[in-house]
């Protein structure tokens, strides 16, 4: 019986461990026809599949199954640097709110949950007078961070408005990189 205690109790531990930030919250609902388009990477935290790159894009269009296409592009090492892209397929698992999507990178012609990243919109701007202009994407895991803008730069107020929003969030601000365009 003690040795089922201890599987349980590490099962839980690790399972809490997972998830860094307990309770995120996502935004409340996502306009998906408003959050379509192109958007500019203001900050990230790195990622081993980012390394390098600087002026980020993502574009994100309608597939006709209703799922989302993403197309990402970055330049290597500078803003005139080789381009490099790269395709996925989203989807929501939120329909409720449209918050929490699931990216998936490869075999994208069907949709493999095991080999999808979480997606989920934290914060968004205002679209009241057409797309939303900013948002921070991330997850419980507190591993990934992007503020995204329409515009490939913000104002400074701007920016320390969204980074204090994702440090009040549970982010380690700390960890942001600045990327350059």
């Avoid at 379509?36 to 390098?52: S, T």
């Avoid at 929501?92 to 095991?114: C, E, H, M, S, W």
């Amino acid at each position: 019986m003690k040795k089922l205690s201890y599987v349980t109790l590490l099962f839980i531990l690790s399972f809490q461990a997972w998830a860094k930030i307990p309770n995120l919250d996502t935004v409340d609902f996502v306009d998906l026809d408003q959050y379509l388009g192109k958007w500019y990477e203001i900050a990230r935290f790195e990622q081993r599949f980012q390394k390098g790159c600087t002026a980020v894009t993502a574009e994100y269009t309608l597939r006709k199954d209703g799922d989302i296409k993403v197309l990402n592009s970055c330049r290597q090492d500078h803003p005139n640097g080789e381009l490099k892209q790269s395709d996925a397929r989203a989807w929501v698992v939120d329909p409720t709110t449209n918050a929490k999507l699931k990216v998936q990178f490869f075999l994208t012609g069907i949709r493999i949950p095991l080999f999808a990243g979480n997606y989920w919109i934290l914060d968004l701007g205002d679209e009241q007078n057409g797309p939303y202009t900013h948002s921070i994407v991330g997850d419980d895991s507190g591993d990934y961070l992007w503020i995204l803008a329409r515009t490939p730069n913000i104002s400074e107020e701007k920016y320390n408005e969204l980074v204090s929003k994702a440090r009040e969030l549970g982010f380690d601000t700390s960890k942001l990189l600045r990327t350059q365009h």
